[in-house]
Structures are given as C-alpha cells and as structure tokens.
C-alpha cells in the first residue's frame, strides 16, 4: 500500500467515526443557526484531527502535505455530506489570498489559523451588479483618505456574507486608466461601520448568496493586497485557485453510480432504461468525460505541489463538470417522470437529481460565467485570437455605462 492509498483509508475511518455526529442525518431539522454551530465544531475537530489546511504551510496550522492528499480526503469527505459548505470560498478561496499577499505576517498567522479551526469564515467580494463576469468593470469605488482608504459601491452574489467576519475586495481606485489598470486589491472587516449584507433567495430555496453595500467604508493602507493599482493580477490569481475549488469531476452533482441505479429502477418502452443504447452511450460518455477531467485535476495538483501555479484547464474542468452535471440532472428528470416533479428543499445535491438540476445555474455563474471561461479556453489553451473590445485603452470613466 502507497502513501496515499493509506492516507485515503486513514480520512475515511476518522471520517466514519465522526459521521454520527456532523454527517448528513445527524443535522436533519437544524436551523440555519444550529447547522452553523455544528458546521464550527467540525471544522474545529478537522483542525484537531489534522485534516484541516492539508497541502498548506505548518507556519500557518497546515499540514505540510500535496495537494493530492487535500484531494484524497475531500473526495471521501463528499460522500458524508458533512457541513463544510459555509467554509468552502473562506478556505477554498480567501483565506490562501490572505496567506499569499497579507503585509503583516503575524496577522495573517492568526486569521489563517482561526479559519482552520472554524472561528472565523471570509468571503469573495467580486462580482457587481453592472459587471456581471466583467471583473474589470467593476464600479466600487476606493479613494484616498487620509493614511487609508474610503470604500464605497456595491457587491453582489457573495457567497456567506451574512456569516463571514472578513472579506477579500477588489475596488477601483483610478477611474482615469483603462478598466483592468487602476484596480487595487484588500480585506475588509465584515462588521466595519458602513457595511450592510442583504442575503436574497435562489430557485433552489436556500438563500446563501447576498447583496453587499460599502457606504464610507474605512480601510487602512495594511488592509492592501495589492500595489495601488495592480489589483487585477491578485485577483486573476485567486480566480486560477476558485476554477479548481469551485468543481470537481462530477461538478458537485450526483456521482454517476447514481445515475446507473436510476436507470436500472426506470422504465423505458417496458424496459429498464439501462437496456436502452441511447441510456448506455451517455453513461459511458460521461465517465469518459469525467475520468478526463480528474486527470486534469490530477495534472494541476502535481504541477502546484511542484511550485508552479494552475493554469488555464481549471476553466476547462469547471465549464464541462458543471454543464454535464445540469444535463445528466435533466434526464434523470426525465427518466422518473411525475416523481421527477417532486422537490425536497432540504435535499442535498449530491444525492437529489431536482436539488441538482435547480442549484446548476448558480454553478454556472460562480467562478466565471460560461461565457467567460470559453472565453479562457479559446485564448489560453487553444491559443486563438482575442475578441474584439472596443474598450481596450480606453479610460474607464469614457466608458458608456
């Protein structure tokens, strides 16, 4: 037995044993309040455990290890449903930002470390109401004042804001460059005066995207990420990590076997639909297209444990996961019938073909929207010749709104 086949046994007995108490039927009937506390003293017994910061730096409560075995244990954390979703944009995403550009070391130490343990949760403060996946065209505002900085705009489809302590912004602080010079890059305190979070409902039910204003929002220059300016290129890296935190082969729907249950129990024609070659050629297209996209996950963790940074393919993995994940949904739709119409809000995605098919969309959005990442594919991979934008060079205040 290899490292990793021992270290996958060893998260998946701890696993077992902590199931009973943060696995999926022990939250049943919880308040979003209650599946919080719980979702705190998980993450707080993964620090303990030593499952918590896997492939991160022991200077910061991590583990030290590859970036496979941080793959290991989240694909058999998966199957547990265990309550990790609050953490999933403040470890996933955040977080690494503030270990990778934070000024003061020590500071950073500390909330790195009291994320790990679940005493803190940060968000992504990205996307905007008038930019949509134009993360250049955002219209926040951050003006010198005084020593610091004063924020002032509005942010929309945060993830967790309404729980998050800290957040990570871009804001544009030069109206008079063009749209990606004159971004810069920080934290904000979730609690500061002048922020106000509003969380919205989505079709799925769950409400855990929000609407976030800055009205005089104070920043001290430590709160910077980023030289005045070049905010952009700190936030393109973060989008690089977010393209492989935000999919997975099976774009966080139902796995296949799944699938292959549902068409032995359903009928076609009098038949179970596993007998129809129609059922079986996307059965097995789909696992190809899966077993490729793990292998180029498999490549771009090598690639960071060998110090180099991911490239364009996590676009490749999230556009197809996700799309396939809403098709393979669709049908499976299909394939019940009348009993496809039934919803259960409090089902888990993972396992509910309509809570699957329902929650695709915001999938589709989050990291980029598709639009985006063929975009990235086309350029960056296939190495064909950008779009016309006719406004490139172009300061951003001449911009038509």
């Not at 590859?66 to 403040?90: C, D, R, W």
């Not at 020590?106 to 679940?118: C, P, Q, S, T, Y």
């Not at 855990?208 to 980023?226: A, I, M, P, W, Y």
């Not at 492989?244 to 966080?252: C, K, L, N, R």
Request: one cysteine or more.
């Amino acid at each position: 037995m290899n490292d990793l086949d021992a270290y996958r046994e060893k998260a998946r007995a701890w696993l077992e044993s902590v199931a009973p108490t943060f696995g999926k039927q022990a939250r049943e009937g919880m308040s979003e309040d209650e599946d919080l506390a719980t979702a705190r003293a998980y993450q707080r017994a993964k620090f303990d455990a030593g499952f918590a910061g896997i492939n991160w730096d022991p200077e910061f409560g991590g583990q030290g290890l590859t970036p496979l075995h941080k793959v290991i244990f989240e694909q058999e954390e998966m199957t547990f449903a265990m309550p990790n979703g609050y953490y999933g944009v403040s470890l996933g995403i955040s977080v690494p930002v503030v270990m990778r550009f934070a000024q003061d070391r020590e500071w950073a130490r500390e909330r790195v470390i009291a994320a790990l343990k679940g005493e803190e949760i940060w968000c992504q403060l990205f996307s905007e109401p008038s930019g949509g996946s134009d993360l250049a065209g955002i219209r926040t505002k951050a003006e010198p004042d005084g020593n610091g900085w004063k924020l002032n705009g509005q942010k929309l489809w945060t993830t967790w804001a309404q729980r998050s302590d800290y957040g990570v912004i871009i804001a544009r602080n030069d109206p008079n460059l063009p749209k990606h010079k004159g971004l810069t890059f920080f934290w904000v305190d979730m609690h500061a005066p002048g922020v106000t979070v509003r969380p919205f409902r989505l079709a799925a039910g769950d409400s855990h995207v929000n609407e976030v204003f800055f009205d005089d929002v104070k920043l001290t220059d430590g709160q910077r990420f980023s030289p005045v300016g070049e905010g952009f290129k700190t936030a393109m890296a973060t989008l690089m990590i977010e393209r492989y935190t935000a999919s997975d082969p099976a774009g966080f729907g139902p796995p296949l076997d799944h699938f292959v249950e549902l068409a032995r129990e359903c009928e076609m024609g009098g038949r179970p639909a596993i007998e129809d070659g129609r059922i079986r050629s996307i059965i097995a297209r789909t696992y190809a297209m899966r077993s490729g996209l793990e292998a180029i996950t498999t490549r771009a963790m090598r690639m960071m444990e060998a110090g180099m940074e991911p490239g364009p393919e996590g676009s490749l993995n999230k556009l197809v996961s996700v799309r396939s994940r809403q098709k393979l949904s669709e049908l499976a739709i299909d394939l019940m019938g009348s009993l496809g119409l039934a919803w259960d809000q409090d089902a888990w995605l993972k396992e509910d073909w309509v809570a699957s098919w329902l929650s695709a969309p915001t999938m589709r959005i989050a990291g980029g929207a598709d639009e985006m990442l063929l975009n990235t594919i086309a350029e960056k991979i296939l190495g064909l010749p950008q779009d016309h934008r006719p406004d490139k060079g172009i300061p951003f205040n001449q911009i038509p709104a």
